[in-house]
């Protein structure tokens, strides 16, 4: 059975950093597209940051430059480090794999499995 743990979430000011953490279990994730992705209040599920088997990662526009996605396929663990944090960056964070290939990489409806999330504010 696939889980997917979130960790390191947590309250920052803007220009701050975080790394995000996703434990995986129960496969192995070597040859899973795995992702971030994120949720605010009133607003639809985003993908944030995707890495794919071969290591490519996908990064959305808003966070490119900001935002590190990688992942260490011993460990069964996906990161995400976030520097200059902003408040728009506020939301619920959720890990999410897919095994094999994804056709659009950042749409969430394209993961099976996903964690319960891990929340991140931004204060100005």
């Known amino acids: 059975q696939v889980q997917l743990v979130e960790s390191g979430g947590g309250s920052v000011q803007a220009g701050g950093s975080l790394t995000l953490s996703c434990a995986a279990s129960?496969?192995?994730?070597?040859?899973?597209?795995m992702g971030w992705f994120r949720q605010a209040p009133g607003k639809e599920r985003e993908g944030v940051a995707v890495?794919?088997?071969?290591?490519?990662?996908t990064y959305a526009e808003s966070v490119k430059g900001r935002f590190a996605i990688s992942k260490h396929n011993a460990k069964n663990t996906l990161y995400l480090q976030m520097n200059s944090l902003k408040p728009e960056d506020t939301a619920m964070y959720y890990c999410?794999?897919?095994?094999?290939?994804?056709?659009?990489?950042?749409?969430?409806?394209?993961?099976?499995?996903w964690g319960q999330g891990t929340q991140v504010t931004v204060s100005s």
């Open positions: 890495i794919d088997s071969d290591g490519f990662a």
């Open positions: 129960g496969e192995n994730f070597s040859n899973y597209c």
């Open positions: 999410a794999a897919h095994r094999g290939s994804v056709r659009l990489l950042l749409a969430p409806y394209e993961y099976r499995f």
